[in-house]
């Protein structure tokens, strides 16, 4: 083939355009989509995932009793009433969820899947950005171009999970597990098994295996605080008998959003009060000889880290039953039959499970360039919780850490959609919020979990003032998102036309 017979590189005029393109296919993609069909009909989009099916989180995790650690009357979208009975519900009841959600609204045949998002360029001359995306199932790269990039990719790292360095692991003669790559074909009926954590996964599998297996122990090396809720929401299903199905769900949402916002401003302000309460809930419901001190006494206040739920106190019933146990200590070494603990005890195990976390990865790992300059995340700004600081035409959603995802996710997504009406009714093309000087930094997150202060590091900042400053408060982001004005003083908006005017005038 000579040169002039080789097929031309892709430019901006040539790769295919659509409004608004999404990162990402799981809950919080298919709402953004879904967002944008209800108030934007006449906006083209399309939805790029990197794996091969829809769902996210809620199709990755397969590991057994895998639930939501929120109620799905908030967990749930705004705009979808959650149509089962139970509150906390499992992975497949979620994914279904989704999935159903995703064809009711016809967002489904606008995802491209395996396709991994690597690079997006804007280009301030164009108003545009060229994203650049992988084709798994191929091996070849692909470009699109779009007016908005809106990435909903979740934070972390779906391929790995985080694994600290267990000495001796090698040894081990056993299987080693981790939630996030949960092998179909493993048996652990009849076997020993030790779960290494005691976050929402621990948490969760401890009860759903222990009927099986000989038994479970959940090793950790810290305390979590626990609560108990009904995996059913009597309330909900009583309003269901007597209203319409979406106000008896907006009803029940709300109810829900002011029982987590005041849980978390009581635990903020009255934390002692709400350790007592804590304390005698689990009483309540472990053996009166059970060694609460040892095993469900954090050296932190309630909500310095999150809230861990149990529905229907299961955890704490296969504990009761002796089924499942917790040991409280440090790992010196795995041996070929377990693990030795810096006490000298030894756990024998046939399988360990290392529920030990995720590993970060800020808006999909996506190599953000503007105008030829790459994009430091830790050096901008978080603005409401959705943009960042000179970044133009983009958005994310990143969800609560004190209460359910959605709740932010539904915000951040009718906030764009608000925002792309505005451009529109206005003829800009750009719109950029621009970092004002003097304002103080913040970690973007003010939440003390591992899996956060691993990664600060690579995250935006938050600022010290408003529009900077994310409060972690749905009744705030309400009146913020919802129903503030789109125009402040950071938020600058331009317009090619006019730029191309004046430089041809």
């Known amino acids: 083939m000579t040169r002039s017979e080789q097929a031309p590189a892709p430019t901006v005029e040539r790769v295919e355009h659509v409004d608004v393109l999404i990162v990402g296919a799981g809950l919080s993609g298919v709402g953004?989509?879904?967002?944008?069909?209800?108030?934007?009909?006449?906006?083209?989009?399309?939805i790029l995932e990197a794996r091969e099916s829809l769902g996210g989180t809620w199709d990755l995790f397969r590991y057994p009793g895998i639930r939501s650690d929120s109620d799905m009357f908030t967990l749930g979208y705004r705009f979808k009433p959650w149509p089962e009975r139970e509150a906390i519900a499992d992975g497949p009841s979620i994914l279904r969820y989704v999935a159903d959600t995703a064809r009711e609204y016809g967002v489904d045949s606008a995802i491209r899947y395996q396709h991994r998002v690597v690079r997006a360029e804007w280009s301030s001359a164009d108003a545009r950005w060229l994203v650049t995306a992988e084709r798994t199932d191929r091996g070849e790269t692909v470009q699109l171009t779009c007016g908005f990039l809106f990435t909903c990719s979740g934070y972390y790292r779906y391929d790995e999970g985080y694994s600290p360095e267990f000495p001796g692991s090698e040894r081990f003669t056993g299987e080693l597990v981790h939630p996030q790559h949960w092998p179909e074909d493993l048996d652990y009926s009849?076997?020993?098994?030790?779960?290494?954590?005691?976050?929402a996964t621990a948490v969760t599998l401890v009860p759903a295996m222990a009927d099986d297996a000989a038994h479970v122990t959940m090793l950790q090396r810290s305390p979590t605080y626990i609560i108990t809720i009904p995996g059913t929401d009597a309330i909900a299903n009583g309003l269901r008998r007597l209203l319409p199905d979406m106000a008896a769900y907006r009803l029940t949402r709300w109810k829900n959003v002011l029982l987590q916002v005041g849980i978390y401003q009581l635990s903020r302000r009255r934390p002692k009060l709400v350790r007592s309460l804590l304390r005698k809930m689990l009483r309540m419901q472990l053996p009166d000889d059970y060694d609460i001190d040892t095993h469900f006494n954090p050296r932190y206040n309630p909500w310095e880290q999150r809230l861990c739920l149990v529905p229907d106190g299961?955890?704490?019933?296969?504990?009761?039953?002796?089924?499942?146990?917790?040991?409280?200590?440090?790992i010196e070494t795995f041996t070929e039959?377990?693990?030795r603990l810096t006490s000298g005890q030894e756990l024998t195990a046939d399988i360990v499970i290392t529920a030990t976390g995720l590993n970060?990865?800020?808006?999909?790992?996506?190599?953000?360039?503007?105008?030829?300059?790459?994009?430091?995340?830790?050096?901008?700004?978080?603005?409401?919780?959705?943009?960042?600081?000179?970044?133009?035409?983009?958005?994310?959603?990143?969800?609560?850490?004190?209460?359910?995802?959605?709740?932010k996710a539904d915000l951040a997504c009718e906030y764009v959609c608000r925002l792309l009406a505005h451009m529109e009714s206005n003829g800009y093309d750009q719109c950029v919020p621009e970092r004002e000087s003097g304002v103080g930094e913040e970690p973007f997150v003010d939440l003390a979990?591992?899996?956060?202060?691993?990664?600060?590091?690579?995250l935006p900042k938050q600022g010290t003032i408003e529009p900077w400053k994310l409060r972690m408060n749905h009744l705030r982001d309400t009146l913020t998102l919802r129903y503030g004005p789109i125009e402040d003083r950071v938020l600058s908006f331009r317009s090619v036309r006019d730029r191309r005017t004046a430089g041809a005038a």
């Open 32 to 46: 953004a989509a879904c967002h944008l069909k209800r108030t934007l009909p006449h906006k083209t989009f399309a």
């Open 190 to 199: 009849g076997k020993r098994v030790v779960v290494i954590g005691s976050g």
């Open 360 to 407: 970060l990865l800020p808006f999909g790992g996506i190599d953000l360039v503007v105008d030829g300059e790459p994009v430091k995340l830790p050096d901008t700004l978080a603005y409401k919780g959705v943009m960042l600081s000179d970044v133009p035409n983009f958005a994310y959603v990143m969800g609560y850490t004190n209460a359910s995802w959605t709740l």
């Open 314 to 330: 299961d955890l704490f019933k296969a504990l009761s039953r002796g089924s499942a146990s917790i040991v409280t200590d440090r």
């Open 337 to 339: 039959n377990g693990i």
């Open 449 to 458: 979990a591992g899996y956060i202060l691993r990664s600060l590091d690579k």
